[in-house]
DNA sequence: TAAACTAATTATAATGATTACAATGAAGTA
DNA sequence: TACTTCATTGTAATCATTATAATTAGTTTA
């Protein structure tokens, strides 16, 4: 886990004058360190053993309080659960049609199409989501044999 | 509303063999002539009037029927209801942050993309989403007065 | 440090979109 | 016409998420 990203997203929380509880420095610690885009739900059963007494509302409610400060993102997906994610560099998500893998893939921001469509529609842009689908290595391979 | 694109949508139907129902007409009808990437319960409402014992599972039931054919295309956004939005030529939308409006432009396709994260990734690349956000011109009015 | 204030957590109930289910009705076929 | 299959209907169930109210913990100030 990256110490320095922790510290960073503690200094956030403290500029924005939020309260660093201990759930809160859990919270961050797990969807820092783990890479897995978790559920809401997956990281309340994660910290189970840790905080025992927690409410999956705190898991929720802190949440919000991390995507409304920016250090997290949060990936919808109909009526799923959303997905979180660390800010980190600019990437973007491939996302497995078979098995719900989410996998981090780098390129370059798309500002051309953000600014084309601006010009196409007259909307003022602030910015875009995309993501791409397929198959991943694994599941090919399971469909092969 | 396109004659073409209403026939072309009950062929693919029967091809599929999916039976076409007064029900399925009018869903179908509605989808093509309302260009406002309706919700199911859009739909229901809409056509209560038309077929007051039609139960708002059927819409959803054909929704999914619809869309599994390659008809429609669902929008998913997190907890909110999911928007449907009838196939043609390739486009994307870009959403208003302040009021939800969607509005489609059109624009080349991102194969190039899909290529990158395709060898970034090792996936086999089945398609991909993309949504730009913003502010439209009337809610960017509203803002300034 | 202690009191006072504010914010966070907890447990639980409520919400709301969507789906499952069983019964009824309609379409296609022999 | 009878039979089989599929679609529709109404309702109950599901499940993620949010709202609420009471309790607890941090922070600030005297």
Redesign the interface.
């Known amino acids: 886990m990256s110490e320095v990203q922790l510290k960073d997203a503690l200094d956030a929380l403290k500029t924005n004058g939020v309260r660093i509880t201990p759930q809160r420095h859990a919270i961050l610690e797990y969807l820092i360190s783990s890479h897995l885009h978790p559920t809401a739900d997956e990281i309340y059963k994660s910290l189970e053993s840790d905080f025992p007494s927690m409410s999956v509302a705190t898991v929720y409610n802190n949440l919000r309080v991390f995507r409304n400060v920016g250090l997290i993102k949060?990936l919808?997906?109909?009526?799923a659960s959303?997905r979180f994610d660390f800010v980190t560099h600019d990437h973007?998500h491939?996302i497995?049609?078979e098995c719900g893998t989410i996998?981090d893939?780098?390129?370059p921001g798309?500002e051309e199409?953000?600014r084309?469509?601006?010009y196409?529609?007259?909307?003022?842009?602030?910015?875009?989501?995309?993501?791409?689908?397929?198959?991943?290595?694994a599941c090919?391979n399971v469909n092969v044999q």
């Open positions: 949060e919808t997906y109909g009526d959303s973007y491939i497995c049609d996998v893939f780098h390129h798309l199409v953000e084309l469509a601006s196409m529609t007259g909307f003022q842009v602030n910015s875009h989501r995309l993501e791409v689908y397929g198959t991943c290595p090919s």
